[in-house]
């Protein structure tokens, strides 16, 4: 179990510092969020809560050291953000890629309306605007293209470290035995 978390931290690192490296190519709405999917990734594989909130909070406090925000911001949003896919995958069937398109993207925005709220209770002079709404959306749709391929490269180094193939929880559906 050890070797799978220490696999799937060290691809999330390594995500986040290609998502730096790819905003320096592409403005941050045409970039996607690989360090949130990444945490989406892991939350909709994982079995056990515990591993994967510390995962999701050594990620976002990662995250935070790397890019100079308020310390614990990306932290806390990253465990809810882990919450949300670990309950979303028990509960609903996220196995094809339009699922999984669509839950990354709702979670993407909800996400960045989540970091707008708390920048505005920190710092002074953040406005809603159009503009925004209009990033935020952007950015939720380009990371929602993108979270299958990152879901997919996740669900394979898990498995490689040794994590077994029946860990990818589907849906459970009961189905009544009638008698003969």
Same mark, same amino acid.
């Given at each position: 179990?050890?070797?799978? $978390?220490?696999?799937?931290?060290?691809?999330?690192?390594?995500?986040?510092?290609?998502?730096?490296?790819?905003?320096?190519?592409?403005?941050?709405?045409?970039?996607?969020?690989?360090?949130?999917?990444?945490?989406?990734?892991?939350?909709?594989?994982?079995?056990g809560?515990?591993?994967?909130?510390?995962?999701?909070?050594?990620?976002?406090?990662?995250?935070?050291?790397?890019?100079?925000?308020?310390?614990?911001?990306?932290?806390?949003?990253?465990?809810?953000?882990?919450?949300?896919?670990?309950?979303?995958?028990?509960q609903?069937?996220l196995?094809?890629? $339009?699922?999984?398109?669509?839950?990354?993207?709702?979670?993407? $925005?909800?996400?960045? $309306?989540?970091?707008?709220?708390?920048?505005?209770?920190?710092?002074?002079?953040?406005?809603?605007?159009?503009?925004?709404?209009?990033?935020?959306?952007?950015?939720?749709?380009?990371?929602?293209?993108?979270?299958?391929?990152?879901?997919?490269?996740?669900?394979?180094?898990?498995?490689?470290?040794?994590?077994?193939?029946?860990?990818?929880?589907?849906?459970?559906?009961?189905?009544?035995?009638?008698?003969?």
């Amino acid at each position: 179990m050890m070797k799978v $978390f220490l696999a799937l931290f060290l691809v999330a690192l390594l995500a986040v510092m290609l998502e730096g490296s790819l905003a320096t190519i592409a403005p941050p709405p045409w970039s996607p969020d690989l360090g949130l999917l990444s945490v989406i990734s892991v939350g909709l594989r994982w079995r056990g809560m515990a591993m994967g909130l510390v995962f999701a909070y050594m990620l976002g406090s990662s995250v935070d050291a790397l890019s100079g925000s308020l310390m614990g911001l990306n932290a806390l949003l990253y465990l809810f953000v882990f919450m949300s896919a670990i309950f979303a995958g028990r509960q609903l069937n996220l196995k094809g890629a $339009f699922p999984v398109m669509a839950f990354a993207a709702s979670v993407s $925005f909800l996400y960045g $309306f989540g970091l707008y709220l708390v920048s505005t209770f920190f710092i002074n002079g953040i406005e809603f605007s159009l503009r925004w709404f209009i990033e935020s959306f952007l950015h939720a749709l380009v990371n929602g293209v993108v979270a299958p391929l990152v879901v997919g490269i996740f669900s394979r180094v898990a498995v490689w470290a040794g994590a077994d193939d029946s860990s990818e929880r589907a849906l459970y559906i009961d189905t009544p035995v009638r008698p003969a």
